[in-house]
């Protein structure tokens, strides 16, 4: 993985495959390249570590241009971050190659080749896959029917776009376990791993399904299924536009996002609660069936999306007083859950395509769950295509790898489906409109939280000499406190945990000293004075304290605790969304102080579509 690229045109291609691995920079990588057919048939490739921008400059120095070409941005899995390890890659014959995903059965499939004379130039697992594709284009003699045939060959999880200087009027594709999306142009055709990379020159899109091999020519494309059969797939037509991605006046994406959030949770919420009420048919025509028979739940999902997973679990048991079971989708899937009889499966991803919860939701849709429910912020996404029912978030596009707008977004979400639980299971329309009306108060909050980013903005000063931070929240605030950490470490490499207040006895308090900052959210909620008693034994073991506090909670600073006061009238079921915010605006600044890239930190991709 991450970003594939291809075009084919009358034109130029270059500069369309360059502006969009450059939309794909926020799904992180380690080096780029690109290989076009050009004018006399021949294929040239051009490939750099590091950044989009190294590929322009060597493009510059030694330029190439054709109508038919394919790019890649990579993020290590085989072999080290290395120009010989980059993509595209090459066979015989000018045979060119790029590849999203993971080959499990690599090693013997390169033995294999090996032993009837290939040679191998890179570490990757994508490189047997060009081999392989020479190998049964000599038996076969045809482009297509040997990508056929080398698909059935792999296992794993795979995207590739495949071209070659004998054919040079087609890309053909392949997809099983990771995205692939056609775009349509006029007189021209376009493929990516994300539409995001193709907004510039199209809003119409096909996408392929799982085993789908395709080809895509100027005027046409064609798409045969996994079992041979000729296929149509339906048209898409994207709602996002070319510059939703743009950073405007912010110096960095992440930044932008953490201001985006009322705006986005206000999104949201818009036409699915109104009068005091959810519409229930914004989870899907068959949502009131569902949450009327709903028993149980069982959310899966990774990341910070496991976070806000979390805190739903708390609301749910409350609020709608169903059993609820969250578990991170990466262990999930490797197990063989009992599931209780009419339970709902819900899956949560920013991107729609997190291969662990892709493949948890196929798994439950064999397992005899009640129904699927997708919470997720892209409506092309594989996830929510293959969902029975969907709530779709509307954070807008999330370049940051450090997930802000589309966590809080998610919370909204999940705040709309305990509404819905409740009504069908625990509450009546009185307490339908009391939730309704926290939900809808929440935007406002977030906004009156962002006016604390220049005193969060001098604490960071204060953190960013530390190499560890520890994070405390009870019930539905230790979720947040554990996004807290995540955050914090993600962008500003400072080791970060969370636990639950209640649990530093047990082990926690012995790190605690004048070098680890102690973080506590700390809202007015019913668990308030337990939290008081937690903190005392931080500060009785010389910790220091700083502390996201309710005005009426009767912390106040003093030497040793800081207390950041947030907004008031802050209610246990808005208070996860409201409180999550200064914590990001805490990493970001430590981030900013450290010198780290806010925007793209080390080892990270933005969308995992490998396991």
């Not at 493009?59 to 993020?75: D, K, M, Q, S, V």
């Not at 009837?116 to 490189?127: A, M, N, P, Q, R």
């Not at 729609?352 to 429910?373: H, I, V």
């Not at 709530?391 to 596009?397: D, E, I, N, Q, Y």
Request: glycine share 8%.
């Amino acid at each position: 993985m991450c970003g594939i690229v291809g075009a084919i045109a009358d034109r130029d291609v270059v500069p369309i495959l360059i502006e969009g691995l450059r939309r794909l920079e926020y799904r992180g990588y380690d080096s780029a390249g690109v290989a076009v057919l050009n004018g006399s048939g021949e294929m040239q490739r051009r490939r750099t570590v590091g950044k989009v921008r190294m590929l322009e400059e060597a493009l510059e120095t030694e330029p190439t241009h054709g109508a038919l070409g394919i790019a890649h941005t990579r993020w290590a899995t085989h072999g080290v971050p290395s120009e010989r390890n980059a993509h595209p890659h090459i066979s015989r014959d000018g045979i060119a190659i790029v590849h999203n995903g993971i080959i499990e059965n690599h090693d013997e499939l390169r033995a294999e080749l090996q032993r009837v004379g290939y040679e191998f130039s890179s570490e990757t697992d994508t490189e047997v896959i060009a081999h392989r594709i020479h190998y049964h284009r000599k038996v076969t003699g045809d482009l297509f029917k040997a990508v056929r045939a080398t698909v059935a060959e792999l296992d794993g999880a795979f995207a590739l776009s495949v071209i070659s200087s004998d054919d040079p009027d087609r890309i053909v594709l392949a997809r099983q376990g990771c995205p692939v999306v056609v775009g349509l142009g006029e007189g021209e055709n376009y493929v990516a791993s994300d539409v995001a990379a193709l907004l510039p020159v199209t809003r119409r899109f096909v996408f392929l399904e799982e085993g789908d091999v395709g080809e895509i020519r100027k005027t046409s494309i064609r798409i045969i299924d996994k079992d041979g059969n000729t296929a149509q797939r339906p048209e898409w037509l994207s709602e996002q536009s070319a510059d939703a991605a743009e950073k405007g006046e912010f110096p960095h994406y992440m930044l932008k996002e953490i201001f985006e959030q009322p705006r986005a949770v206000a999104q949201t919420l818009e036409g699915r609660v109104v009068g005091g009420k959810l519409l229930e048919a914004a989870f899907g025509p068959a949502a009131q069936a569902v949450f009327a028979k709903t028993q149980a739940v069982r959310i899966v999902a990774c990341g910070t999306s496991f976070h806000a997973a979390t805190v739903a679990r708390y609301f749910i048991e409350q609020i709608c007083r169903l059993p609820c079971w969250v578990e991170i989708a990466s262990e999930y899937r490797y197990r063989n859950p009992v599931v209780p009889k009419n339970t709902l499966f819900v899956s949560v991803s920013q991107s729609g395509e997190t291969a662990d919860t892709l493949a948890a939701l196929r798994m439950a849709k064999q397992a005899g769950y009640l129904s699927q429910l997708a919470i997720c912020n892209v409506p092309e996404s594989s996830l929510v295509r293959e969902s029975e029912l969907v709530m779709l978030t509307r954070a807008g596009p999330e370049i940051g790898v450090a997930s802000t707008k589309a966590f809080t977004t998610q919370l909204a979400a999940f705040g709309m489906l305990v509404v819905a639980l409740a009504k069908f299971h625990s509450a009546d329309a009185e307490r339908e409109r009391g939730l309704v009306q926290r939900l809808i108060g929440i935007p406002s909050l977030i906004e009156s939280t962002l006016a604390l980013d220049d005193a969060i903005r001098e604490l960071a000063k204060r953190f960013a000499d530390k190499q560890h931070a520890l994070f405390l929240g009870r019930g539905a605030m230790h979720p947040i406190a554990m996004e807290g950490a995540l955050k914090l470490k993600e962008i500003s490499y400072i080791h970060a945990e969370a636990y639950p207040a209640g649990e530093l006895k047990h082990g926690p308090l012995a790190l605690v000293d004048a070098d680890m900052p102690v973080i506590a959210v700390a809202p007015n909620n019913d668990l308030l004075e337990k939290l008081k008693s937690n903190l005392q034994e931080v500060r009785a073991r010389g910790g220091e304290l700083f502390v996201f506090a309710d005005p009426e909670s009767g912390i106040e600073s003093s030497e040793g605790v800081t207390v950041i006061q947030m907004p008031r009238h802050v209610s246990y079921f808005q208070a996860p969304a409201v409180y999550t915010i200064p914590l990001q605006l805490l990493a970001y600044h430590c981030a900013l102080l450290k010198g780290t890239d806010v925007d793209q930190p080390r080892n990270l991709a933005k969308s995992v579509t490998v396991e």
